[in-house]
């Protein structure tokens, strides 16, 4: 089991940066690789970007590219997710996951979800 948890999330305003930060622990060794999803009400879960254990594969959605940018902290087993220039329409509750394949960025590709962080940009 890894138990991960979401942290970061709150109220900004319109061209603001959140860091989201997601924390894992238990079964926690090299290997992993972390996505972050959002979700508004009535929409399916979208996905934001994702890192591999290495940090050498790293994808984002074409939404954020050159806004967000994820990172990992692998001693603190801590993965980041730096959001600048933030817009009223990236308002959803983020989440991370943990995932085993180095170019997963589909929610089924990911075994552990945390509970997720709400993010909320004012216009």
């Known amino acids: 089991q890894v138990q991960l948890v979401e942290s970061g999330g709150g109220l900004v305003q319109a061209g603001g940066s959140l860091k989201l930060s997601c924390a894992a622990s238990g079964r926690t060794r090299s290997g992993w690789t972390i996505g972050w999803f959002r979700q508004t009400p009535g929409k399916e879960r979208e996905f934001v970007a994702s890192?591999?254990?290495?940090?050498?594969?790293?994808y984002y959605a074409d939404s954020v590219t050159g806004r967000f940018a994820i990172s990992r902290d692998n001693p603190k087993y801590t993965v980041h997710l730096q959001m600048d220039s933030l817009k009223p329409e990236d308002t959803a509750v983020y989440y991370c996951?943990?995932?085993?394949?180095?170019?997963?960025?589909?929610?089924?590709?990911?075994?552990?979800w945390g509970q997720g962080t709400q993010v909320t940009v004012s216009s």
């Open positions: 996951a943990a995932g085993l394949m180095a170019d997963a960025r589909a929610d089924y590709d990911y075994a552990y």
């Open positions: 890192t591999n254990w290495r940090g050498n594969v790293i």
